[in-house]
Antibody
């Protein structure tokens, strides 16, 4: 079965960087894309960007363009999201989610459990 | 960016009720609309994609409709496990965006 297993909670100081991993299993890794979405406390969901696991092509939200890097390791079937220059308002749960479908049937069908990132001095 | 506005933001209902949540897009998005359910401390779960397609394993009491700028999620005969927060999402245009959420609580 499809599983996305994320790395554990992180506490970082302002200005630092954080890397969150997402280990994928149960499907053909290189044939799907993975998106990263975050959710600040009590807030809605916010899309950050995505990577095609096969080609490595990426697209980022302009909001995070200069601070986020999404990569993958095909041999380890693992995706990574690195966010730099952390600010207090980057405190959130970060999710990876699998991109499924095509055309207007595109959606995020499986989600990781989330990784809490706390920015605190 | 395409802005999604959900209404209502908060909904109180009883077991067995039928409820409807609306999602309005700031510009046309065809049928590139997904609905998710999220419970506290958990990741969102896919309910409906392509505006009206029920995801595998999702009970048939959930239905979606709409196209263009107005979409609805209807839950027939509310069950205890349906009390959660619901989000719409558009995948027509980058950046992908989400509605602000509709919190459904037991009356």
């Amino acid at each position: 079965q499809v599983q996305l297993v994320q790395s554990g909670a992180e506490v970082k100081k302002p200005g630092a960087s954080v890397s969150v991993s997402c280990k994928a299993s149960g499907y053909s890794f290189i044939n799907y894309g993975i998106h990263w979405v975050r959710q600040a406390p009590g807030q809605s969901l916010e899309w950050m960007g995505w990577i095609h696991a096969g080609s490595g092509d990426t697209k980022y939200s302009q909001k995070f363009q200069d601070r986020v890097t999404i990569t993958r390791d095909t041999s380890a079937t693992t995706l990574y999201m690195q966010l730099s220059s952390l600010r207090y308002d980057d405190t959130a749960v970060y999710y990876c989610a699998r991109w499924y479908g095509s055309g207007n049937l595109m959606t995020f069908d499986y989600w990781g459990p989330g990784t809490q990132v706390t920015v605190s001095s | 960016d395409i802005h999604l506005t959900q209404s209502p933001s908060f909904l109180s209902a009883s077991i067995g009720d039928r409820v409807t949540v609306t999602c309005r897009a700031s510009q046309g998005i065809g049928r590139y609309l997904t609905w998710y359910q999220q419970k506290p401390g958990k990741a969102p779960k896919l309910l409906i994609f392509g505006a009206s397609n029920l995801h595998s394993g999702v009970p048939s009491r959930f239905t979606g409709s709409g196209s263009g700028t107005e979409f609805t999620l209807t839950i027939n005969s509310l069950q205890p496990e349906d009390f959660a927060t619901y989000y719409c999402q558009q995948l027509n245009t980058y950046p992908i965006t989400f509605g602000q959420g509709t919190r459904l609580e037991i009356k």
